[in-house]
């Protein structure tokens, strides 16, 4: 494995609030990293400084060897709520980066299939339903098959039910195009069963972090992610942050 | 495993995504209902009219009206073209122009420091206030009552536009930072389809006044028009003439705002709203 991204904030603040204190991040290739903590802990704001959204900070971020200045095609970002536009249909949306007129892209209707979303290409948002407005979000965020995709509480907004079939979408997907997923969540089940590492968070630093050893597929009940979200729950506890 | 496979499970109709729109009480209103009070108003006036309660030499019976727009004939038919030519050609500059303006003091804070103050000056001036400037610059011809249109139109569709533009959600707006659009390609593709609603507002508020600065461009040195109508009538002692011309702004007002609605609701089919849902 190689690292793909590499982030160092040695500070960010908002006015005199210190939202991340000497922060340092390495993904290897391929894998699945989530962030977990509480809210105002910084995760959020680390996720927008690696998409290049924030750019007031005096870190250096660096996805492949290259040093990032700004928003970059190899970086796809799926945010909390879908952020569909409205005006667009379902493959307009999928295929928002190529513009309308090349919005009949066949790789958007392949990545329509792979989200299971291909009977409503030409709907319009409005009538999706939010789990199916959060696949559209996916399957445009994959478009441009960014090397690592960046997902600020995706699920956030669904029903349980719903969650659990988009995490194992997103697994899915993220396997079979060879995604890189740095995942920021408040869900500790989540990024048990999602990720290779969990990183704990707490006052813009990083606590501690849980490699998840167990092989996939992961059953969600098994002692292994048990015992990883219980050692995630006592950092937060420890840390005096839950 | 293949993903495709795997979400096969997930694959839904839109048809159930969303609750059907609750129908209202009485379900669709009929089309005919909006003809009910103009249709019983005119029936009564011309009860009265007939019936001797109200002087015919000064409230013309409906019917009386009706037949001085039949006695016009082809000069009638030559006003409403002229009146519908300047609003055209007026509403279009103004518009436009309320476009650009907005497009350019919405995304510049420095154009809105330089410029909104003006037009909000301006837009407090009303519309006869601009007659005298614009004959004596402009002269008696067709460029005077068109730039005063043209004047009305553009102040409601800079307005509401600046508004649009300034509402849209920041959300939308990142989104487009995420995808490295250019400030052309974010107001082409996210700020303007964001602001559609609140351009076609203004474009009917637009509509509307240019027909109302319509009138006041033609009361003044004009020889032909519907405004000319309503100062012919007066100046001859014709009250029917004056509400023959009274009820053909009515009419034309109206059905340049069916247009332009009939538009909207084309443009705007993807807005998840209660108007577009009530159909």
């Given at each position: 494995m190689t690292a793909l991204l590499d982030v160092h904030v040695p500070s960010k603040r908002f006015g005199d609030r210190r939202v991340l204190d000497n922060f340092s991040l390495t993904l290897e290739a391929g894998e699945i990293v989530s962030l977990v903590g509480a809210s105002g802990c910084g995760k959020s704001t680390l996720l927008r400084i690696v998409a290049g959204l924030d750019r007031e900070h005096d870190g250096t971020v660096t996805l492949d060897g290259q040093p990032q200045h700004g928003v970059s095609r190899d970086i796809g970002v799926i945010f909390?709520?879908?952020?569909?536009?409205?005006?667009?249909?379902v493959a307009q949306n999928v295929g928002f980066d190529a513009d309308a007129a090349r919005a009949r892209d066949p790789h958007v209707f392949t990545l329509l299939e792979e989200v299971g979303l291909s009977q409503v290409a030409d709907a319009l948002p409005k009538a999706l339903s939010g789990g199916m407005a959060q696949r559209v979000a996916i399957a445009r965020g994959l478009f441009n098959r960014p090397p690592l995709l960046l997902l600020d509480e995706p699920f956030s907004a669904v029903d349980a039910f719903t969650r659990i079939r988009l995490q194992e979408l997103l697994l899915a997907i993220a396997r079979e195009h060879d995604t890189t997923l740095l995942l920021v969540t408040h869900d500790v089940d989540e990024a048990a069963w999602l990720s290779d590492r969990v990183i704990v968070m707490g006052g813009g630093r990083v606590l501690d972090e849980v490699t998840i050893t167990e092989?996939?597929?992961?059953?969600?009940?098994?002692p292994a992610l048990t015992e990883a979200r219980n050692r995630i729950l006592e950092i937060l506890e420890g840390a005096h942050v839950l | 495993m293949n993903t495709a496979a795997r979400t096969s499970s997930l694959q839904a109709t839109v048809s159930s995504a969303r609750p059907a729109v609750p129908a209202g009480r009485a379900g669709r209103p009929h089309p005919a209902l909006g003809w009910v009070l103009p249709v019983l108003t005119l029936l009564a006036f011309e009860a009265l009219v007939r019936s001797g309660v109200l002087a015919a030499h000064l409230f013309p019976a409906p019917s009386e009206i009706v037949r001085t727009l039949f006695d016009l004939g082809s000069g009638l038919a030559s006003h409403i073209g002229v009146s519908l030519a300047r609003v055209a050609g007026g509403f279009a500059i103004g518009a436009s122009l309320a476009v650009i303006a907005a497009v350019v003091v919405g995304l510049d804070r420095r154009a809105e420091a330089l410029l909104d103050p003006t037009f909000q000056a301006l837009r407090?001036?009303?519309?006869?206030?601009w007659v005298p400037l614009l004959l004596l610059w402009l002269g008696i011809d067709e460029t005077p009552k068109i730039t005063l249109i043209a004047i009305g139109a553009f102040f409601p569709v800079y307005l509401n536009l600046l508004s649009g533009l300034r509402n849209v959600d920041r959300k939308l707006v990142e989104l487009g930072e995420v995808y490295g659009l250019s400030r052309t390609a974010l107001v082409r593709r996210i700020l303007l389809p964001a602001s559609l609603p609140s351009l076609y507002t203004g474009l009917r508020v637009g509509l509307s006044l240019a027909w109302m600065f319509l009138v006041a461009a033609e009361l003044?040195?004009?020889?032909?028009?519907l405004g000319y109508l309503l100062t012919d009538g007066r100046e001859t002692s014709r009250p029917d003439i004056v509400l023959a011309a009274i009820l053909l702004l009515a009419v034309l007002g109206k059905v340049s705002d069916s247009v332009l609605k009939s538009l909207e609701k084309r443009a705007l089919v993807w807005r998840d709203a209660l108007e577009t849902r009530l159909g």
């Open positions: 909390q709520e879908p952020r569909l536009l409205p005006w667009l249909t092989q996939r597929p992961r059953n969600r009940r098994s | 407090a001036v009303p519309s006869l206030a003044i040195a004009a020889t032909r028009g």
